[in-house]
């Protein structure tokens, strides 16, 4: 009879250590096979020049100067319009807004008193990323429909915590902004704007306390990246500020040089270093990208309580580039690496970009104006985004092919920037060399007019308008 030899038991303690490892290594295998997390942080009437790290001399932001320096800052990122409901509209579902009717030239943003919001025949970003098993949510400005049909719960998003539009609608009193933003943040009153602040479907607080709002937002942020950890999610952030009227919390308020706006974006950058510690801290980091640009321009009737677009032309509601061209860092620890990124990209290509990452399919029943930026983001190869569609409301006002771009119709803003005129030979302007489009070289270059015209036509061609969602006010 054969006697089998046993090995001695090996203490507890090396046993336990195994069973550690054994766990730790299956839980990175499956932390590596699980899609990315997403966190776009989206500001309402940034400027292109308001951020420290795209030159502002005053307005400290260094927590988005750091994602910067350790992410891809953009130089010509553009949103999908120059207001903000047909801009939010363009970044959700990766479509120009005069396809899906969130453009109207009777009525740029949808109000308080707005019959219809996004079609229910949209497909978001966020309903994209819930087919493949993210977790989702909405936090902040929606601005694409008041009403519980419309609202980010039936859109795709899990969880809403926000204001359903502008924080300076609902107005019921006070004096005129423009004179009380110059008298001081102690003539500004929360109870002059009765705007809602909704969790879900439900209101929870009216007139909703701006003075807190942004510091709300960017907790309720760090609350779902901690609760939602271990499944991928996405997180939309989207601010009501420093869109007017301007509120801060005491922490911030009178701190920076810059007056109360600087006030503002300075605790929107801290909200966004609170964010990105979070994932240091969840481990989320390398697994996340997280995205901050702005949805329009600035706002510049508003004087020092407006921005400013830097070296652009204009600002909000323009299809110039102080209108559309917006401040943008992509941040990605050990997977975008640092670099200064001189292509063209556009919210819009969020939604393809994030769709194909995650293992979504993009949909092949309509027209998608989002473009694949992933070679640039992980690779640092050239952006495929070559041309760029300026609409205002449901016209074509501009176009950019390459360097160049070409107005057929130039139309300033909120009494500002000159009348609507139409051109019968476009104005060009070669917006690498001249971005503030100044020098008119149409005479120049009539085979850039030519090429321009080429793509519009094209693009025409296959354009259908959908139903305007705006107009209707009840």
Known sequence: MKHTKFLPKPPIHIYLLFLFLGMYFTSAQTRDKQPPNFV????????????????????????????????????????????????????????????????????????????????????????QLKEVGYSTACIGKWHLGHKEQYLPTNNGFDYYFGIPYSNDMDAIGGKNYKEAAQEGPSAIKIADYNVPLM????????????????????????????????????????????????FASKEFLGKSERGLYGDVVAEIDDGVGKI?????????????????????????????????????????????????????????????????????GSTMDLFTTFSKLAGAKIPDDRII????????????????????????????????????????????????????????????????EDPSEQFDIAKEHPEIIAKVNTLVAEHRAKLVKGKDMLAERE
């Open 40 to 127: 776009i942080i989206f500001a309402d009437d940034l400027g292109y020049g308001d951020l420290g790290v795209y030159g502002h001399p005053t307005i400290k932001t260094p927590n988005l100067d750091r994602m910067a320096h350790e992410g891809q800052k953009w130089t010509n990122f553009y949103a999908g319009a120059s207001v903000c409901t047909p801009s939010r509209a363009a970044l959700l579902t990766g479509r120009l807004p005069v396809r899906s009717g969130m453009a109207s030239n009777k009525q740029r943003v949808l109000f308080p008193d707005s019959k219809n919001g996004l079609p229910a025949s949209e497909i978001t970003l966020a309903e």
């Open 199 to 246: 969790r879900n479907t439900e209101i929870i607080e009216r007139p909703a306390d701006q003075h807190t709002i942004t510091k709300r937002y960017s907790e309720e942020a760090v609350s779902y990246i901690k609760k939602n950890k271990n499944k991928p999610f996405l997180v939309y952030l989207a601010h009501n500020l420093p869109h007017i009227p301007l």
């Open 276 to 344: 990105l510690a979070t994932l240091k801290e969840e481990g989320l980091a390398e697994n996340t990208i997280v995205v901050f640009t702005s949805d329009n321009g600035p706002w510049l009737p508003f004087k020092t309580h407006g921005g400013s677009a830097g070296l652009l032309r204009a600002g909000k509601g323009t299809t110039w580039e102080g209108g559309m061209r917006e401040p943008t860092i992509f941040w990605s620890p050990k997977n975008i690496k640092p670099a200064v990124i001189p292509d063209m």
């Open 369 to 432: 104006d989002g473009i694949d930026l992933s070679a640039t983001l992980f690779e640092q190869k050239e952006s495929p985004r070559k041309n760029m569609f300026y609409y205002r409301g449901t016209d074509l006002y501009a176009t950019r092919l390459g360097d160049y771009k070409a107005h057929f119709i130039t139309e300033g803003a909120y009494g500002q920037f000159g009348e609507r005129e139409e051109h019968a030979t476009p104005i060009l302007y070669n917006v690498n």
